[in-house]
């Protein structure tokens, strides 16, 4: 079989997301159990150096998981060796449930000899909406096309379709849709327009040829000024600074402007200061999108499959700005 064929009955596949999760029981599970593959499963993904002793023993073929996890594994003592032992085996990797950063997808092809190829969907949609194509030989930086029966539109505020290139929420109609929330009538009247699309809540566009791009979570959304201002776009202005290793943003009321910008880092450079990131911030963000606060973390708060805690991080703001705290000094 070919090299991007994952459906070969020798494949093995690298299960290290719960399965619990939909993501994990659907494209982990129950796919690999009907093409007959072997599944290992990594009860502890956090356990760096068991995952990478799990991964040197096992030629496989197939991976899926979230961003942080691929990015985890890249940097973890082993994985190059283990990485140039099994490249020639890796058929696919498949990464859903948060966005994928195109940095890591390329780190990851430049060492795994394969892009990460993302898809996109939710709980309520069984999971999956879009994909990318699994035969892609780079990392598209964008969500993909729906898949057949699926209906993917991009709507404003009123429910209305926007014109292509317009950002709104994605909204999903097909026949993997649910059909609402089991005894919650208001929930499901809540997230269902008059005509059957599934708001998603998540903030998005289409591009002439069909893509989604994932903008992010109309939730997190935050309004300076009347401004919207979105917390992925700033994390990523943010991590292209060399000493840092992660971030993350969120909105805090303010009394001048309505809300505010609240900026976490985890430091890859120990002598990074909130000084060199705000003169940083100044070079690629818009004055409205700059942090207002600025609070340095040994590591952020994340789900069980590695989602940052934005509502934990939110809460923890929102009371450092009632007791007038600053932004952390160097």
Known sequence: MSRSDPTTPRSCNLTALPLYHVFALTAN?????????????????????????????????????????????????????????????????????????????????????????????????????????VDATRCSGKLGLPIPS??????????????????????????????????????????????????????????????????DRKKDLIVVSGMKAFPAEIEDAVRLHPGVQDAAIVGVPDAHSGEAVVLFVVRKDSSLSAEALRQHCERHLAAYKRPKRIEFRSELPRTAIGKVLRRKLKDEAVLAAKEGAVATPA
Not at 68 to 81: E, N, R, V, W
Not at 190 to 213: A, K
Request: hydrophobic share 45%; proline share 6%.
């Open 29 to 133: 599970l129950l796919v690999f159990l009907k093409l007959g593959a072997r599944n290992v499963l990594i009860p502890d993904p956090r356990d760096m150096r068991r995952f990478i002793a799990v991964l040197k023993r096992t030629r496989f073929s197939a991976i899926t998981g979230v961003n942080t996890l691929f990015d985890a594994l890249m940097k973890a003592p082993g994985f190059a060796d283990m990485a140039a032992a099994n490249r020639e085996h890796l058929k696919i990797a498949v990464a859903g449930g948060m966005a994928l950063q195109p940095s890591v997808s390329d780190r990851w092809q430049a060492m795994m000899g394969r892009p990460i190829v993302e898809g996109y969907g939710m709980t309520e949609t069984s999971p999956i909406v879009c994909a990318n194509p």
């Open 150 to 215: 699926t209906e993917v539109a991009i709507l404003d505020d009123k429910g209305l379709p926007v014109p292509i290139g317009t950002v709104g929420e994605i909204a999903v109609r097909g026949p993997q849709v649910m059909a609402g929330y089991w005894n919650a009538p208001q929930e499901t009247a809540r997230n269902f327009t008059s005509d059957g699309w599934l708001l998603t809540g998540d903030i998005g566009r289409m591009d002439e040829q069909g893509y989604v791009e994932f903008i």
